[in-house]
């Protein structure tokens, strides 16, 4: 039999390069629902989310299908397409049964801080990550010359994104207002960095009030700048603008008076500034923006003939104002209205250095919002707030009353029961039946609509539903006992009955359905109706780039866009 001849793919000549774009941008808008969108439609400009939806294809009918829908496990199964069953990302912290103590999401003591002085900001890796991300893919198929880069505020939201192979991730220090990294990465800042940190951007962000963009009563999407459902900022009488951020990023007058003492001054040179209150205003957006514009010129992302790069920006201060304020108010739709502008400056920016059409982009979210309930309540809408410390209390007196004293619950997180199981063990209580009596416990109590067991999601397969939503977010080593669904509307609050702001964290599809735009390189313009995950994402990525998908994916190439 004869052999058939290798066809050259995509019909190229021998000997040249698969074609793929110069450069991948991946943009992660942290907290951000699908209908903002369109709820804020009339007031964005023509050139940030307009001219992504204008001109690329949109996937309508995107949505996440795990819980915790959390920024840790959002991140990493956007750029891994592994749900956290495979990737190993189950929240943003979990407790370690092995080493009896809570973990956070990219805490790692064996490196140190390279650009700060802090600890708990700089020791920081994706060692707990177990997929590869697509960006690490893309450095194996290039036989490592690709440049893979992440930048967020967030840790996490750089980290988790940029994999465990990528040249650099960097986020932001609010103790010195820095942009910084860790000894996983590399041993000291570039000098590109260094620089632009030595700008002071920070401080002159906050250096003025926060205004709106419009008049106020242009903002017509949102609710009335005071409401009782709001969270101001510390100081703050009311919860309204302007924000007068000046003054509220001056150091608390005890902290004034320490730094004074140990000085030995009468009076300080200068007046500290508490650098990390950017996070919480649009601002950190812009800064985020200018870190990511300096990073394509200083490393030449997508510059160098025949590599391609990947760059991945998560801007996290949507999350941070959503969290404070809800989904409504007024400062949410402002931080759209500038994040839109600097989305613009980037695609603008990109067009510049890489050249019109040479670069890909992608757009979606870690996870969307609830409203806040104070929003609800007063609209008469279905709603409420779940008292993490009720929850936890209440299966530990249970259990107590039942079997004695102990410490039965070692931790409630991501809404899930870690039990003492050394102490059932010692009491010779059977895991199983426990965990099935934790689950009945759950629930009685109000907003508690599911409580399953580890052992049943590990017997049981679920297509669709709840149950469904858990398995996918399910990992035995890392997972708690028993995993709690609340009804919808209803939130976890740590503060309760006090509950201002939003959260996200459950299957209902406030939390699950976020934008997917596709932008550049290849792309024409369309939008699909066809339901896609998040999974999906990464292995369309990979027919894109003709590479191997990230080891963990379990997602299938949205074809509509790849035409």
């Not at 699950?512 to 313009?525: A, C, I, N, Q, S």
Request: aromatic content about 10%; overall charge negative.
């Amino acid at each position: 039999m004869l052999a058939l001849a290798a066809v050259p793919a995509l019909g190229q000549k021998a000997g040249e390069p698969v074609p793929r774009p110069k450069l991948v941008v991946g943009i992660v808008v942290d907290q951000m629902r699908y209908d903002y969108l369109y709820r804020y439609w009339s007031k964005f400009g023509n050139d940030g989310f307009k001219r992504l939806l204008g001109q690329g294809f949109s996937f309508e009918n995107t949505h996440y299908n795990y819980v915790p829908t959390y920024t840790g496990p959002g991140h990493a199964c956007i750029y891994t397409g592994a749900t956290p069953s495979a990737n190993g990302i189950i929240g943003n912290n979990w407790w370690v049964r092995e080493e009896g103590k809570g973990t956070y999401v990219t805490e790692d003591k064996t490196v140190q801080p390279v650009g700060g002085t802090s600890l708990v900001a700089g020791q920081q890796s994706p060692r707990h990550l177990l997929s590869t991300t697509i960006g690490d893919e893309l450095r194996l198929a290039t036989n490592f010359q690709s440049k893979v880069i992440g930048l967020s505020m967030k840790d996490r939201g750089s980290i988790l994104p940029a994999g465990n192979g990528a040249n650099a991730a960097y986020w932001y220090d609010g103790t010195n207002g820095a942009f910084i990294t860790s000894t996983f990465y590399m041993k000291q800042l570039p000098d590109w960095v260094s620089k632009f940190n030595a700008r002071g951007l920070p401080a002159q962000y906050l250096s003025k009030p926060w205004e709106t963009l419009l008049p106020l009563a242009d903002y017509t999407e949102s609710s009335p700048d005071n409401v009782p459902w709001e969270n101001g900022f510390p100081g703050e009488v009311t919860p309204t603008f302007p924000h007068n951020l000046p003054v509220l990023s001056a150091a608390p007058v005890a902290a004034v008076k320490s730094l004074e003492k140990a000085a030995g001054e009468t009076q300080p040179k200068t007046t500290p500034q508490n650098l990390d209150l950017i996070r919480s205003t649009p601002f950190g957006n812009s800064l985020t923006a200018d870190f990511a514009i300096e990073t394509l010129h200083a490393e030449q992302m997508g510059q160098r003939p025949g590599i391609t790069d990947l760059l991945a920006v998560s801007f996290s201060c949507t999350d941070y104002v959503g969290h404070q304020f809800g989904a409504n108010a007024v400062e949410t739709e402002d931080t759209y209205l500038r994040l839109d502008r600097d989305i613009a400056r980037l695609l603008a920016e990109l067009d510049k250095t890489v050249g019109p059409g040479q670069a890909l982009v992608f757009l979606t979210a870690d996870h969307g919002a609830a409203h806040a309930v104070g929003f609800l309540q007063e609209h008469h809408l279905p709603g409420g707030g779940v008292g993490i410390g009720i929850m936890r209390d209440s299966v530990q007196r249970v259990l107590t009353h039942r079997h004695g004293p102990g410490a039965w619950v070692l931790d409630f997180e991501n809404l899930q029961v870690y039990l003492n199981r050394p102490l059932l063990a010692q009491k010779h209580l059977d895991l199983a039946a426990t965990q099935a009596e934790v689950a009945a416990i759950l629930r009685t109590l109000p907003g508690v609509a599911q409580a399953r067991t580890a052992t049943d999601l590990q017997a049981s397969h679920w297509t669709e539903g709840p149950g469904m939503f858990q398995e996918n977010g399910f990992f035995a080593p890392r997972s708690g006992d028993v995993l709690t669904v609340l009804l919808p509307g209803w939130l976890e609050a740590y503060s309760y009955p006090v509950i201002k702001g939003t959260t996200h964290g459950v299957s209902w599809q406030y939390d699950t359905h976020v934008p997917l735009l596709f932008w550049g390189w290849h792309v024409k313009h369309g939008e699909s109706v066809v339901p896609a995950r998040v999974v999906d994402i990464a292995a369309t990525l990979a027919r894109f780039l003709h590479i191997q998908e990230p080891s963990g994916c379990s997602g299938v190439p949205l074809g509509e866009v790849l035409r």
